[in-house]
């Protein structure tokens, strides 16, 4: 999928940023479905957190928050890019945003282990 | 005496249904990729149809698909593009494929005239000449673009022309971009109509191919920008 003409920087980021807004698409009912236990059922609750402890669910937040940051940030350039003035540097902007994204996941993975 | 080196090199042949016909080329120290089409058509098959007219990267005739990437082929060098001695060229991407590497331009040009991308003129021959101050902000904006070849690579690299075949594309909102920002065109309300309706510069995902391609170093996505900051602040003044 990524030859020929796409690749270079910025078609990689537009197809990060098509990802993750998918994968958290998909991950948002599984989360609000989960917090609705702490109504209904809150020693489904206890029973699901206690699994949440688990290293494999660890390090499937550490790419979630990974996800969040790097859609967030991704957003917020091409925002920049469509009502501020225009600025070289895109390529700059987009790495920085991973590179920001993978620093905070990564915090938060040694915080969690 | 070295051995003669040859290259294997393979060419779209049909219309939108072909084939690639593969050929051997002789390798020369100085060859572009238009060299290569020409000795295909001159020493092995006169009927393979191709376009090219200056030679120099001046009239935008000549692009095609060089390995799946959109090139200006009379300024591409063979050596720049051919991977372990083979290199598949075929006709631009996105457009109607008349024959062989030679694409119908047509839509590409309609586009431009869609876009409003025309001069709207404020004075009339009888008028004296106005006089532009090079260094103002709206002609500096404007020169940025003027000098596109309409050779239609940053068309063929683009992924939303692709998907919505409506789109203008990005040599059309540059062109309405440079125009918007002459001061001696008389209509840009005319221009942000033109580019904000359902094809218009808001589809632009800003991928950036066309500025990646672009062979004369020119900055399409800059200028679709450009036109969704007009655009959103004309929205914005006309409500009130």
Known sequence: MIHGHRTHTLWIAFLLHRISGVALALFLPAHFWVLSYALNAPQKLDGFLHWAETPIVKFAEFGLVFL??????????????EFLPWTSGQKTAAASAVAASTFLAGIFLLRAI | MPKEQQMSVSVWRG??????????????????????????QQYADPTLSYR???????????AMMVNGVPRWTCRTHVKKVLKDGHMEIGPLRNLPVIKDLATDMDPFFDKWVAAEGLHHPTQTRHDPIEAIDPDSAGRVEANAGIECINCSVCYAACDTVAGNPDYLGPAAL???????????????QTILDAVSGVGGCHNCHSQGSCAVHCPNELNPMNAIAGLKRGTARNFFKRRK
């Open chain 2, 52 to 62: 090219y007219a200056c030679r120099v990267g001046m009239c935008g005739s000549c």
């Open chain 2, 15 to 40: 219309g939108a249904a072909g084939a690639y016909q593969p050929f051997d080329v002789k390798m020369e120290d100085n060859q572009t990729v238009l060299d290569v089409v020409a000795w295909i």
């Open chain 2, 174 to 188: 540059q062109r309405a971009w440079s125009v918007y920002n002459d001061s001696k065109d008389a209509n840009k």
């Open chain 1, 68 to 81: 969040l940051s790097v859609h967030m940030l991704g957003g917020l350039r091409l925002m920049a890019l």
